[in-house]
T-cell receptor, first 116, second 112 residues
């Protein structure tokens, strides 16, 4: 089955630093990847849709200058949390599909970010 | 605003019980409704429902979609402690690049 790799699985950083999270599709090309955020005891909230070779589409209320998304190749999307603050501490997870119109999405294992 | 509402938000049962989890929604321009199980990290896929009234089954789990009344249910029979997890339903939007909108989830705890 298709595998999506996400790295790192957890990260602790100081307030004000930036953190980059990678999402790779290992055995298929993903023209579209999605980034979600999940706070404790809450559901996955879609942050943005990452499109290869073009700008990401952000959901309402998500700061595009704070959460930088780059989808430079068909197998890699990155999410950079810039100037992280404690309120950014959350579980971040990506997903990808072989085809953008295919609901059989594959999820990465997620990244737990803790900002001190 | 696309809205997916799950109920109950949490549920505690004993092994062997049968549970029914609910998912209701307010939009109709989606292609599929999906159910996921989330234990520690990434959600794992359970069911994809596209047509109304057709039950999907996998072992002790089953699910059905009612597009007229705008809801879906997930049934788990003879629950086991390994069923303890958060169960998420989500709507798949074909015409929006394939994004998923999730409900809040139901946290199921199965006691021995």
């Amino acid at each position: 089955g298709a595998v999506v790799s996400q790295h790192p699985s957890w990260v602790i950083c100081k307030s004000g630093t930036s953190v980059k999270i990678e999402c790779r599709s290992l055995d298929f090309q993903a023209t579209t990847m999605f980034w979600y955020r999940q706070f404790p005891k809450q559901s996955l909230m879609l942050m943005a849709t990452s499109n290869e070779g073009s700008k990401a589409t952000y959901e309402q209320g998500v700061e595009k200058d704070k959460f930088l998304i780059n989808h430079a190749s068909l197998t890699l999307s990155t999410l950079t949390v810039t100037s992280a603050h404690p309120e950014d501490s959350s579980f971040y997870i990506c997903s990808a599909a072989r085809e953008s119109t295919n609901e059989k999405l594959f999820f990465g294992s997620g990244t737990q970010l803790s900002v001190l | 605003e696309d809205k997916v509402v799950q109920s109950p938000l949490s549920l505690v049962v004993h092994e062997g019980d049968t549970v029914t989890l609910n998912c209701s929604y307010e939009v109709t321009n989606f292609r599929s409704l999906l159910w996921y199980k989330q234990e520690k990290k990434a959600p794992t896929f359970l069911f994809m429902l596209t047509s109304s009234g057709i039950e999907k089954k996998s072992g002790r789990l089953s699910s059905i979609l009612d597009k007229k009344e705008l809801f879906s249910i997930l049934n788990i029979t003879a629950t086991q402690t390994g069923d303890s997890a958060i169960y998420l339903c989500a709507l798949f939007f074909y015409n929006q690049g394939g994004k998923l909108i999730f409900g809040q989830g139901t946290e199921l705890s199965v006691k021995p």
